[in-house]
């Protein structure tokens, strides 16, 4: 939006609120449409969490972002609880977690980013060739 809006992006240039209300907005819509499918899949079917594997898991991710973080290096939280969730399992036993499923969590990542990039672009295109031109 602010490169759109002004031709460039400052470092400490500040985000307009109602950007950030947006976002908050659509994260609050995607926990209610599929929280409760992802808890279930990371909480049970990939493997079984406990309240002391939870806690291993929120600290490591947790310890993963903040390292991270200080290099310097974007990482995504998701990524970083699903390491964990594997890894915590894997340490329990190699039978504990579900592979398959990881599998599919895993290519499931590859797919997502040029779905969201040609999704994006789609909307983009229909904006500036079709409504934008009228107004």
């Known amino acids: 939006w602010l490169i759109y809006d002004q031709g460039g992006v400052m470092q400490d240039a500040p985000t307009p609120i109602w950007l950030l209300l947006y976002g908050g907005i659509g994260i609050c819509v995607g926990l209610w449409v ?70 599919n969590i895993f290519l499931a990542w590859f797919v997502t980013v040029p779905v969201a990039g040609l999704f994006s672009a789609g909307i983009m295109a229909i904006l500036m060739y079709g409504i934008l031109p009228y107004v």
Do not use: Y
């Open 34 to 103: 599929w929280g409760r499918r992802v808890i279930q899949t990371m909480g049970k079917d990939l493997t079984p969490i406990t309240p002391s594997s939870g806690f291993t898991i929120e600290l490591a991710s947790a310890f993963t972002v903040v390292i991270a973080s200080n290099v310097g290096l974007p990482v995504s939280t998701t990524h970083c609880k699903v390491g964990s969730v594997v890894a915590v399992g894997w340490i329990r036993s190699k039978k504990a977690v579900d592979w398959h499923l990881f599998r």
